[in-house]
């Protein structure tokens, strides 16, 4: 049997704003329990809200930055239920009139960039935060969190597999993050997602019922918990079980990598959702749409392409080039000082691009590896600009050997130093000087009768470890393709 798997996503980000939805109190990361609240966010009888501007300026930013269109008019809310952590009894949300309709973003997978819709994105406020202590017989409750401006973005059905996903969600932090909208950090619970996820069976056209997986908290538990659901929807069909399958909101426990039923999904109706009487709706004129447009930096798809056409790297590099907007930055800026090279050394176009990948390269192979290896950021990087592009025209010319360039390259990243200087000070120059690699090379000769015979009888690959002894006497600083050519001479 063929089975096909469709995934929609629900995305809370908490918008980067200092203060709350709807009152002053501060949005603040760390502050000690219930510090952050006042009688609007405790949901205190005769106080009235009033919306953060900042917040719908930020939310217009990310729907704009999504494609999404935006109406002229939205208006807020009652989502009513009861629930310990939401003080008022209901949640001002938008429900029929969103702030933002539509809009896309370009996943890539393998290579193939394939383009997810959006239904919309809306403004609300957060709940406050439950914890219960394990083996207490009570719960406590943080209200900092309550009132804390989001935007829910929910995309339409059109993820087909728990990569496409994560890789959706990737796509999406990284937009978020150009914004300026939010954080986006998923650890800290700035982006919290909900999946809903179904499985049908293509010859038959059977189709389970919706799961609602409820709070993935990580890029990997959102992969994780679908993997699991699509087996297990898979199986249900396998069983012929279809006829007790039931559209639920499911949990999923990281531990035992499991979800696990809680309840039967609610219907928009459950919520008694009403328009909130305390607030107008929300005007969004031209110019004020006009003015968040022109806020918006070069978005990540946009730079994407750029990068592809103007530095010829292939889509998979280039989207990991873009996913981290400093890191996009220092590339550009390694590139701009490449340019002034081609320039004033004249190098032919013909070179610029291989060039230009070679810095790529390097960023992606060696340098990221450093950053993680040593839990540092772009912004913390000691190695200028200026100094990675010697860097890069030093390998491209041949000068040193790719295991001294690693070498070099450690040494840069640890003290920022000149790769020039750290070649001169180690010694580690590449021997280019034909006299020089002569000599080692009539050395090895000598040293190696049988193997020159075997190389004279016709076994082609003596010659390598030839090579591989001369690259051993230089301590690896010989230029191997003049070696060869030198042996390759003398022995005919
Ligand atoms: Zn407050
Ligand atoms: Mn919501």
Redesign the pocket.
């Known amino acids: 049997m063929t089975y096909e798997t469709i995934i929609g996503l629900?995305i809370?980000v908490q918008l980067a704003t200092k203060s709350k939805m709807f009152c002053s109190c501060a949005v603040e990361d760390g502050a000690a329990p219930n510090t952050n609240v006042c009688p609007i966010c405790m949901g205190h009888p005769g106080t009235l809200p009033v919306p953060n501007a900042q917040a719908i300026q930020l939310g217009l930013m990310a729907a704009l930055a999504l494609g999404c269109e935006i109406p002229e008019y939205s208006k807020f809310d009652r989502k009513n239920y009861f629930y310990p952590d939401l003080p008022k009894g209901y949640?001002i949300?938008q429900y029929d009139q969103p702030l933002a309709k539509g809009g896309t973003v370009t996943i890539v997978i393998d290579g193939k960039e394939k383009k997810i819709r959006f239904n919309r994105l809306h403004l609300?406020e957060d709940a406050a935060k439950n914890t219960h202590p394990e083996q207490a017989s009570y719960s406590l409750v943080d209200f900092n969190r309550a009132g804390t401006p989001?935007a829910?973005i929910v995309s339409e059905p059109d993820l087909r597999s728990p990569a496409e996903a994560r890789m959706l969600l990737q796509q999406l932090q990284t937009l978020l993050r150009y914004t300026g909208a939010s954080n986006a950090d998923m650890e800290k619970g700035q982006m919290r997602c909900d999946a809903n996820v179904s499985t049908r069976c293509v010859e038959t056209g059977e189709s389970t019922k919706i799961s609602e997986i409820k709070n993935l908290n990580s890029f990997r538990s959102v992969e994780r918990a679908l993997t699991y659901e699509t087996a297990r929807q898979q199986q249900i069909i396998a069983d012929k079980k279809l006829a007790e399958n039931v559209k639920e909101t499911r949990g999923w426990d990281d531990a035992k990598g499991e979800t696990y039923g809680q309840r039967n999904k609610e219907e928009a109706n459950d919520y008694r959702y009403f328009p909130e009487p305390d607030l107008p709706p929300l005007h969004m004129t031209v110019a004020v749409v006009d003015a968040a447009r022109h806020a918006l930096p070069e978005l990540p798809d946009a730079k994407r392409i750029r990068f592809m056409d103007e530095y010829g790297l292939s889509a998979d590099d280039a989207l990991r080039l873009v996913g981290d907007r400093a890191l996009a930055a220092y590339y550009e800026a390694v590139v701009s000082e490449l340019a002034a090279w081609f320039e004033s050394e004249k190098i032919t176009p013909a070179s610029h691009r291989k060039i230009y990948k070679l810095a790529s390269n390097y960023i992606l192979a060696e340098l990221l590896k450093h950053l993680k290896n040593n839990k540092e950021s772009v912004a913390q990087l000691k190695i200028t600009p200026e100094n990675y592009a010697e860097f890069i025209k030093i390998v491209h010319k041949g000068e040193i050997s790719s295991s001294a360039a690693q070498m070099v390259l450690d040494v840069m990243y640890q003290e920022g130093k000149d790769p020039s200087d750290i070649i001169r000070e180690k010694d580690l120059a590449q021997v280019s000087d034909a006299s020089a690699l002569a000599e080692l090379v009539a050395a090895v000769i000598a040293k190696n009768p049988s193997v020159v015979a075997e190389f004279k009888g016709g076994k082609a690959n003596a010659l390598q470890f030839l090579v591989g002894q001369v690259m051993k006497e230089s301590k690896g600083k010989a230029n191997p393709q003049l070696v060869a050519g030198i042996l390759t001479e003398k022995l005919q």
């Open positions: 629900e809370h949640q949300s609300e989001l829910e």
